[in-house]
């Protein structure tokens, strides 16, 4: 009798793993859960998200573990209290072992406060955002439309610039204070106002809301011109046309995203996280806001509905680089060229260096900054071995270096032409 709840829990368990890992039918993943299931909790979600500035995830996981603290506090009371008085409760014949084993033991209700919300979350994982690592995925439906082809960022085509050195470009142009320090010919001198100051200053905590909002919308559009382009299974059919009525059923993303404390994350190697239950983005306010926006780039095409880590960092970057805002293709622009840099050679990487904007110079610094004052090298192992386990459960057998096939696959949309520079 008193196993019973602690039974129905790990079938509740039982349940959410069947449901994730089950062979279900691909049209089923496709139109079932993404085309039709998500859009619509993705509605719900994105206003919880939007509706308060601090993190609604956070709070209800400390109001978790305070309760399971009480309790705990409670059963060692209890246990002190059996102690102090176990010498009538012997001579009644009642052993403080029977009081442990009964039904109202002292550490029953810790138990059943950990093992019920646990069964829960593990069953509503595949229903929030576990399931949309099982849909068909961007980078298949790429690879397949462009053959096997690959992008080098290194070679110029054409006669023109490579398409590193086009990041440059965007970077120039984009740069904070570029208006000033480039002005155009024959324009009239003006003072920078609140109105067209770039925004990405400070930390990730002070960017302002309407450049959160900027970078979610970049985000929402481009995840629907890409689903539309190579995913159109995973869309309803009335959500497959290029229609203001059409974008209703895409994929709602928050216009916000939450800041957690500096250090919270980079201390484990990481920046930015999306809670899979309420689809809430977060990221580390111990970055520099550039590198901050671009990391909200990532967490909101996961709240889209891109799970893996290659399709939300390719679906960040190129929602970044084709925003309408310049701070947003800024961010983009600087988040691309520095990972480019990871495949250069020492020259490459002097003169790739050399050619950037000092501002932008500045901001990698800063971010690189950020990363080495926080990082606890244990910790990252420990993080890094977790997730890359995580991430095989999911079906990526890259494990972490899904993060590089980002890139690549950033490289071969915008090499096809979907996103500039």
Do not use: N
């Not at 909002?213 to 970049?218: E, I």
């Not at 994350?265 to 809670?275: K, N, Q, T």
């Not at 790739?352 to 901001?363: F, G, I, K, S």
């Amino acid at each position: 009798m008193t196993r019973r709840p602690f039974v129905a829990a790990a079938a509740v368990a039982a349940a959410g793993l069947v449901l994730q890992y089950a062979p279900w039918p691909q049209p089923w993943l496709d139109a079932g859960f993404m085309g039709w299931w998500f859009p619509r909790l993705t509605r719900v979600t994105a206003r919880l998200a939007a509706g308060v500035g601090w993190s609604l995830s956070a709070a209800l996981l400390a109001a978790w573990l305070l309760g399971l603290a009480l309790c705990a506090l409670a059963a060692l009371v209890g246990r002190r209290r059996v102690g102090l008085g176990g010498g009538s409760r012997r001579r009644s014949g009642v052993g403080t072992g029977d009081v442990r084993r009964g039904r109202h033991g002292p550490w029953r209700p810790f138990r059943l406060a950990l093992a019920w919300p646990a069964a829960l979350l593990v069953t509503a994982f595949p229903l929030t955002f576990g399931l949309a690592y099982r849909v068909s995925d961007l980078k298949s439906a790429v690879a397949e439309r462009k053959a096997g082809r690959s992008v080098d960022p290194w070679v110029a085509h054409a006669g023109g610039e490579s398409l590193a050195y086009r990041l440059v470009a965007v970077l120039t142009a984009t740069a904070p204070g570029a208006a000033e320090d480039h002005p155009v010919a024959g324009a009239a001198s003006e003072p920078a106002t609140s109105a067209t100051a770039s925004s990405v200053t400070g930390s990730a905590a002070d960017l302002p809301a309407a450049l959160r909002a900027a970078a979610a919308r970049c985000v929402a559009r481009t995840a629907g011109a890409l689903r539309r382009e190579f995913l159109p299974a995973t869309l309803a059919p009335g959500a497959r046309r290029a229609t203001a009525a059409a974008d209703a059923g895409l994929p709602a993303v928050p216009d916000r995203f939450k800041t957690l404390p500096a250090g919270t994350l980079l201390r484990g190697g990481y920046a930015g996280i999306v809670s899979p239950w309420l689809l809430e983005p977060h990221v580390d306010a111990g970055l520099p806001a550039a590198a901050g926006l671009a990391v909200a780039l990532h967490e909101f095409a996961h709240t889209a509905g891109f799970a893996r880590e290659a399709e939300a960092e390719a679906v960040g970057l190129v929602a970044g680089l084709t925003c309408d805002d310049p701070d947003v293709r800024y961010a983009a622009a600087l988040s691309l060229a520095r990972s480019l840099l990871a495949a250069a050679s020492a020259d490459e990487e002097r003169e790739y260096l050399a050619a950037w904007p000092e501002r932008a110079r500045q901001d990698a610094r800063a971010a690189e900054a950020a990363a080495r004052r926080y990082r606890t090298p244990a910790l990252q192992r420990a993080t890094d071995a977790v997730y890359a386990t995580y991430l095989r459960s999911q079906g990526g057998s890259e494990g972490l270096g899904e993060y590089a096939g980002g890139t690549a696959l950033a490289l071969a949309l915008i090499g096809g032409g979907l996103a500039p520079p």
